[in-house]
């Protein structure tokens, strides 16, 4: 027959397991919530630059319709005699890259030849690229964390491994850099 100890020190081993199992669900639930609040936030940050980015141009083409519209009305305007800037230099000077650039046209001819006009599929075709590329981070990120743990575990094991004064000192080097 087991003690009143015995079963306490069951009973408490117990549920410090349980402890550890619940901390470290709510720890992955954290972190998963913490890496899709980041991801998030990208896209937030994506969608406030391009609606910036999509009202500035919206002024712009009121601007150049109002201009429009006064020279066949016969009114004066001033300016207009030089080349219109190319749509590659206008996005260059909205801070577009060369590189990301490329990657809008290729898009762009990649919608084209899937889609034509059809702008149904082309905004189905962007939600399921978009859905992918999240699903793809956090594959990544899966697999970033798998690495990490392999490396870590193996960095303990040749630690454990050695003898007590040379883990002290190794533990300090890593702990200075």
């Given amino acids: 027959m087991p003690t009143i100890d ?5 009973q408490l081993e117990n549920a410090e397991a349980d402890e550890r199992l619940w901390s470290g669900l709510q720890g992955i639930h954290e972190d998963t919530t913490a890496g ?5 936030d990208t896209a937030d940050k994506a969608i406030a630059e391009n609606q910036a980015f999509a009202e500035q141009a919206g002024k ?7 201009r429009v519209e006064r020279i066949k009305r016969g009114e004066p305007v001033a300016g207009g005699l030089q080349r219109p800037a190319s749509l590659d230099e206008q996005l260059k000077a909205a801070g ?6 490329r990657h809008i046209k290729n898009v762009g001819e990649l919608m084209r030849l899937l889609f034509g006009d059809d702008e149904a599929a082309i905004r189905q075709w962007e939600h399921e690229t978009a859905r992918a590329a999240v699903e793809r ?12 743990l392999k490396r870590v575990k193996r960095r303990l094991e040749i630690l454990n491994g050695l003898d007590e004064a040379t883990r002290e000192r190794v533990i300090e080097a890593l702990l200075d850099n």
């Avoid at 981070?137 to 990490?148: L, N």
């Fill in 6 to 10: 015995e079963i306490r020190a069951l």
């Fill in 36 to 40: 899709q609040q980041q991801l998030r």
């Fill in 60 to 66: 712009a083409a009121a601007a150049v319709r109002e």
């Fill in 96 to 101: 577009i890259t060369d590189g990301h650039l």
């Fill in 137 to 148: 981070a956090d594959r990544s990120h899966r697999a970033f964390v798998r690495r990490t």
